[in-house]
């Protein structure tokens, strides 16, 4: 198992984390991976409130639902997918607009857009999705190939599950079978997968400007998420074919939680490492201390936090 | 002897019976003859009954998995059994109102915004509605653009509809969402 990097915060991160209202360990933890960067992206964290649609192009297209909302008085701005935009200006609140209720788009942050692209769904595919709600990915992927995938979503909250259902339900996607239950035991129905994206329970430390008690993650909390993290790697392995692709995404920063678990993907089950980046008018920054991974960060890509890899499971 | 401890509430998913099937048909074409070929086309019902009875449309090829995996939930709810009556979701009257020929309601801006807040339509509310609307009548309340906006219950007094009270309307994703926020 990894150890949890834990290390003495010096006089300035006391400083930093007094001010901001850390923990002084994790902007210790953020000093190491950042350096002198540490500043800029802190700040970014406290200031950062872009917010994003994604259009779902299953009930209309992009062009009509942008000009029916700039009618009303909302601007936008155009992000590097031609189906999601930014909100620049709302003239009141837009999920409480009559296109949001009809199921004309989905909120959520461009970090999130980024797995389903990178699993590259296809008509046909059985595809896995572990972590699954409240669905924003789970639905991207059905959008992509409209609806021509076959995509099985499992969650373990009952909360989470049941706002799922709702947003499956306002969106209109027919082809999700919704699991309730543990992600580790999806081995038991003895199905094998095409793809799978497996966007981890993480800590969070990326989702920072949306939920600011992240700030104060405690170093079990870490080491349970480690855990949990592989075990659904594991099984996700276990029930995708070989020659098949997992996703593995989180949104935090710790490596514990992202290159780390690749490592183990790779040397302890074999997994292939694809390390092209395949969007093209989309950068992010390299991994920490790792080749063929990315990551997001708040002060550089303008986004929250988050991880992405690509893996292969090996022919037999 | 007693058992204690809750017990696994075991999921049975099964295609419709006969007369399920045909009950939801008869729904379908309440609102047009081709609504139930145009929604049921490359779809599958599949019936989950645990403590209410619910109807899914359900994509044909996902729907060969349902036995497999006896989902929480699967596709969209169309709508739910009480007894014999079969009462459409709103999802399911997202996709019926893109086929419907009659029993429908068309609103002005206004009302359409009203609808959507729990609030009936009355009188200049009412831009439209179909020939064929009844007193008491369900109908499918459409905005002033051609949206879905819920279901309502028609009164007609001289030819004219002149009230559609409120049974179900989209604004319930938004109430929802916040009535579960606020028991967390």
Known sequence: M????????????????????????????????????????IESLEKYNRKFIRVNTLK????????????????????????AFEILYEPYSISSSKEYLLGYFYIQDLSSMIPPLLLNPEPGELILDLAAAPGGKTTHIAQ???????????????ERMSA????????GIKNVLLIRGDGRKIVKYNVKFDKILLDAPCTGEGVIPRDPERKRIKL??????????????????????????????????????????????VEDLGMELIKEWPIKNFRPSEGYNLEGVWRVYTHKQKTLGAFYAILRKKSD | MQSSGKKAIRRIWRRPTR??????????????????????????????????????????????????????????TLGEFKG???????????????????????????????????????????????????????????????????????RVANLRVVEVKNIVDIGWYLRSEIDERKSR
């Open chain 1, 2 to 41: 990894t150890e949890i990097s834990w290390p003495n915060p010096t006089k300035e991160d006391f400083e930093i984390a007094k001010k901001y209202g850390y923990t002084p360990q994790l902007i210790a933890r953020f000093r190491i991976i950042l350096g002198q960067e540490l500043k800029s992206f």
């Open chain 1, 60 to 83: 209309i297209s992009p062009e009509n639902l942008i000009e029916k909302l700039e009618k009303q008085g909302f601007k936008f701005r155009q992000t590097f997918l031609d189906y």
């Open chain 1, 144 to 158: 992509i190939t409209n609806e021509k995938t076959k995509i099985i979503a499992v969650d373990i909250s009952r």
């Open chain 1, 164 to 171: 799922m259902r709702s947003n499956i339900n306002r969106l």
């Open chain 1, 220 to 265: 079990q909390e870490y080491k349970s998420r480690v855990s949990l993290q592989r075990d659904l790697l594991k099984a996700a392995w276990q029930v995708l074919k070989p020659g098949g692709i997992l996703v593995y995404s989180t949104c935090t920063y710790a490596p514990e939680e992202n290159e780390h678990n690749i490592v183990f993907a």
């Open chain 2, 19 to 76: 007369e399920e099937g045909s009950i939801i048909i008869s729904k379908l074409e309440y609102f047009g003859k081709n609504v139930p070929e145009n929604v049921l086309r490359g779809h599958v019902i599949y019936i989950l009954e645990i403590t209410r009875k619910e109807a899914f449309l359900v994509k044909k090829e996902s729907s060969e998995l349902i036995e497999i995996f006896q989902p929480y939930s699967a596709g969209i």
């Open chain 2, 84 to 154: 014999k009556t079969f009462t459409l979701s709103l999802a399911g009257g997202y996709i019926v109102s893109k086929y419907a020929t009659k029993k429908r309601v068309f609103l002005d801006k206004e009302g359409s915004i009203n609808f959507t807040y729990g609030k009936d339509a009355s009188g200049p509310d009412i831009d439209d509605w179909d020939p064929d609307i009844e007193d008491g009548d369900i109908v499918i309340v459409l905005s002033y653009e051609r949206e879905f906006l819920g279901f309502g219950k028609a």
